[in-house]
């Protein structure tokens, strides 16, 4: 601990508790002067890129119900529409909001649903998707746990900055929030499935274009090859354990790793519109650098929500890293004696399985028991102050931001100096079987897994169990390729939605789909696009076994 700085850490949290750093905002702009500054001060090689953003910025929102005389406060979730005058419809009662029902049930639940405002206690994009097909006029989401504070969220089903096609996927409806103390009012009013009421939703949000920086801190180390740590540096209002404390642990790494001789280099980026933009810095930083990133970065490192009040459990998500690595780095540097690991998901700016990068971590902290899970926050270490207003500096903890930069350090100093990257090629087939398995108990017989068990078998053989590979050249190539498989379902100049639906998504599509559930027409769809990522999976498996098997000694 002793050569990290307690006072640099909370120096910069005094400096970004005072900001509000929306996306493309002013203060955004200042904290990112603040961050050139300091590295400047160290002596530590930085820039800063500009780019524009498309952001969507809630502000205020309201939900009235006919026959109760109450206003109910509200917030708009980011990329929703825009209705300052506000929507009237009948409200439509969901009770099947997290069911997955067969597609004939499916159509007649929602076929109840059209012209009208629904009320549920779902947001995530796939649902609001499927909400947006059937002719809704709005959605109210009720949260789910006892919280009294409203929580900014997003619905945008986008990745980053949109492209004239899935441009038009923006909701062109309402989706406000409300406290879940506010579904005991409402919900006994209602029947589900029927509407019985009207209700009026109104939202107001701030939409445009707008310029962004990324600063960026580079050290140089032996080789060209390099592991980049990002961290997001906007906020919903002040935002100081999602994310300053993260800005602070990557700050102080900079400072850290600035005095040692490193093997392989670190850039360490604050990303801008994480929130209001749906990541649009670290994919804009993607598709400008992609030609850099393919070709010598190693690692990816995500920092997100560290030093949290009550946050007493470490874990990690992540593709390809051996988890007896994580654990030693855990166990070594907080005595915690067991590590939760993770698959990686999509979130946190994990914009970069287009580039061939093999490892890719993101921290994740844990409420202590009796708080762990407590309440339905993903971040600020699962603290019920996430995402709200009551996101300040008293939910810091001073001694477990020390901890947290602490592990960040040795683990980034880990991957930039080991001889060979840890990763786990066993690890992340055995993850790929194991899906692979599970999609098929649950989809029809109609789709051939053949193809795709037959490669993993191939590279089994070519990968012969081991867990890493000698060359940064050859883990890129092979574990470069496995990751992106792993976590995506489009080539590698372009991002996948922001739907959650687990590894393998592009053979997740057909989980759940059985042809005598669907019309002719329909499943000929699905099996058409189950065919083509087959293919596209064959075909990066059989890339990977041909450079293993003409390079034998490159795997270790």
Known sequence: MEELSRECLMETLDVFSGLKRIGGSEDEHRACGYLIKKLQEWGIPCRVYECDGYVSTPIEASVTVEGMDQTFEALPRSFSAHCPDGVTAPLFYDVHAHDQLKPRQEQDWYAGARGCIVIGDNFYEDYVQKLRGYGVKGLIHLWTSEEPVLHYETVSPVWGTAEPENGKTYPDFPVVGLRSCDRESILPLLTPGACSRTATVRSVLQCGCVRLQIPVAELAGETPEYVLVGSHYDSWDYGVTDNATGNAAVLELARVLSQKQLRRGVKIAWWPAHSNGRYAGSTWYCDEQFEDLDARCVALVNMDSPGCMGAQEIGFSTSGVAGDTLGDILRRCTGQAEVVIRPLGRGSDLSFFGPRIPIQVSFDFYQAP?????????????????????????????????RDTRVLVELVKEFADEAHLPFDAAGCLAQMRDTVADIRTHCGDDFDFAPVERVLEELDKACAGRICFSSDRQAKEAGGRLTRLLCSACDEYHFDNTFAVGLLPGLQLVRGKHRNDLPPQEFLYWRTAFRRQVNRFVSECTSIVQALNSDADSVV
């Open 370 to 402: 009796p708080n762990r899970g407590r309440w339905h926050c993903a971040g600020s270490g699962g603290g019920w102050w996430w995402h709200s207003v009551e996101d300040t500096m008293d939910k810091v903890d001073p001694q477990l931001l020390m």
